[in-house]
Nanobody, 115 residues
Framework: QVQLVESGGGLVQPGGSLKLSCVAS????????MAWYRQGPGKEREFLASITSRSSANYARSVLGRFTISRDNAKNTVYLQMTRLKPEDTAVYYCNLYPSDERYWGKGTLVTVSA
């Protein structure tokens, strides 16, 4: 049974930083391309960043230069370091495979960027 559990969200002021974590179980984590996605209020879910098993990363234009994806295969964990956060980054953040698998969406973690 695959389980992806995100954590690390919260309330942060504009310009601040947060680091999200996603722990995976039930998949061969070290072989899979992992990714972060988000869904803002009234918006569709969007891709943010992906990382291969060898830590080659790819980013959406909206977060390039501000967000950094990383992974620790020994801990079955993928991270998203977010800096210079903006109010428009407010969303529920999810991890999943890349391409995403509809079966594996978790509850996500809420990030709210507000003064």
């Amino acid at each position: 049974q695959v389980q992806l559990v995100e954590s690390g969200g919260g309330l942060v002021q504009p310009g601040g930083s947060l680091k999200l974590s996603c722990v995976a179980s039930g998949i061969i984590f070290s072989k899979d391309v992992m990714a972060w996605y988000r869904q803002g209020p009234g918006k569709e879910r969007e891709f943010l960043a992906s990382i291969t098993s060898r830590s080659s990363a790819n980013y959406a234009r909206s977060v390039l230069g501000r967000f950094t994806i990383s992974r620790d295969n020994a801990k079955n964990t993928v991270y998203l370091q977010m800096t210079r956060l903006k109010p428009e980054d407010t969303a529920v953040y999810y991890c999943n495979l890349y391409p995403s698998d509809e079966r594996y969406w978790g509850k996500g973690t809420l990030v709210t960027v507000s003064a």
